[in-house]
Each structure stands twice: as C-alpha cells, then as structure tokens.
Nanobody, 125 residues
Framework: QVQLVESGGGLVQAGGSLRLSCAAS????????MGWFRQAPGKEREFIAA????????YYADSVKGRFTISRDNAKNTVYLQMNSLKPEDTAVYYC??????????????????WGQGTPVTVSS
C-alpha cells in the first residue's frame, strides 16, 4: 500500500497561486494512478484531478479545469497540484490519493486505495 504525505497548503488571497506536493513511499509509485480530492466544511469529498501512471493522461473536474494542473515526478515519488487563479470557493482540505491497484485509473473516491492526511487551503476574498 502506498503511504502519502501532503504539503504546501496555506492561506492565499483570491487570484493567487499555491502548489501542493504529495510525497509517496513505496517502490511501485510509478505504476499507480494518483489523484487529488478536496473536502469543504459540510460538504462531501470531491474529485479534483487525476493522473495516470503514464504522465501524458490527466483528468480534471470542470470546476478547476484551466486553473489547476496535476503532474508527477516518478523519480522523486511525488505528485503535484499547481493551483492558479484561486477563488474563495476553492477553500477546503486537499487530499492526495493513490489508486487501489497498479495500472488502474482513478476517477473518483471508489477508485482510491490510499489517502494522505490532507492539507488545508484557505482562499480569502
């Protein structure tokens, strides 16, 4: 099972940027699809973005498409979420996640085998 640790959250003004990082343990990181999710207070956890083991395939929620970019560095066992043009409605705890099995895509929470502890992001207006 992949162990995940997020970092990079914080407080930012609307229109600003943040970059989240997720460090993964395990020698098979490069074979797992990875995703980012978020959960705002009183709301369900929602899918934000995913990237397959092949870095050329990425997926985004409509709410962040064009503003957020997911990427990975398999040599560093790390996945990133670059967040630009942040809005107050982006305020949430952001979670890194790994797929259930190698070479299985991530589309939503049911596809997740491991979660990070979460990092909070607050966007002020």
């Amino acid at each position: 099972q992949v162990q995940l640790v997020e970092s990079g959250g914080g407080l930012v003004q609307a229109g600003g940027s943040l970059r989240l990082s997720c460090a993964a343990s395990g020698p098979t990181f490069s074979s797992y699809a990875m995703g980012w999710f978020r959960q705002a207070p009183g709301k369900e956890r929602e899918f934000i973005a995913a990237i397959r083991w092949s870095v050329s395939m990425t997926y985004y929620a409509d709410s962040v498409k064009g503003r957020f970019t997911i990427s990975r560095d398999n040599a560093k066992n790390t996945v990133y979420l670059q967040m630009n043009s942040l809005k107050p409605e982006d305020t949430a705890v952001y979670y890194c996640a790994a797929g259930t099995l190698p070479y299985r895509a991530v589309y939503g929470p049911a596809d997740i085998g491991s979660w990070g502890q979460g990092t909070p992001v607050t966007v002020s207006s």
